[in-house]
Nanobody, 126 residues
Framework: QVQLRESGGGLVQAGGSLELSCASS????????VGWFRQAPGKEREFVAV????????AYADSVKGRFTISRDNSKNMLYLQMNNLKPEDSAVYLC???????????????????WGQGTQVTVSS
């Protein structure tokens, strides 16, 4: 199994940028497709982005396309989310997740992921 821990969240003004990181330990990250989800108060957990085991395939939610970039460095067991042109509606707790069964699959449903980090708060002010 793998353990995940997010970092890099914080407070940023609308239009600004932020990079989130997800560090993993245990089983090598290359065994998993990995993704980012977010959850705002009173809302359901929302898919943000995913990348397959080798980083060659990615997918994004329509709401973040053109603004967010997901990437991974398997040699460091790290996952990243570069967020540009942030909007107030991007404010949420951001979580990274790993999918072992769909290691080469683009999955957008949270229930398909096996392991989760604790989340990091992102707040975007107007």
């Amino acid at each position: 199994q793998v353990q995940l821990r997010e970092s890099g969240g914080g407070l940023v003004q609308a239009g600004g940028s932020l990079e989130l990181s997800c560090a993993s330990s245990g089983r090598a990250l290359s065994n998993y497709a990995v993704g980012w989800f977010r959850q705002a108060p009173g809302k359901e957990r929302e898919f943000v982005a995913v990348t397959t085991w080798n980083g060659r395939r990615t997918a994004y939610a329509d709401s973040v396309k053109g603004r967010f970039t997901i990437s991974r460095d398997n040699s460091k067991n790290m996952l990243y989310l570069q967020m540009n042109n942030l909007k107030p509606e991007d404010s949420a707790v951001y979580l990274c997740a790993a999918d072992v069964d769909g290691w080469d699959t683009i999955s957008t449903a949270s229930h398909l992921y096996d392991y989760w980090g604790q989340g990091t708060q992102v707040t975007v002010s107007s």
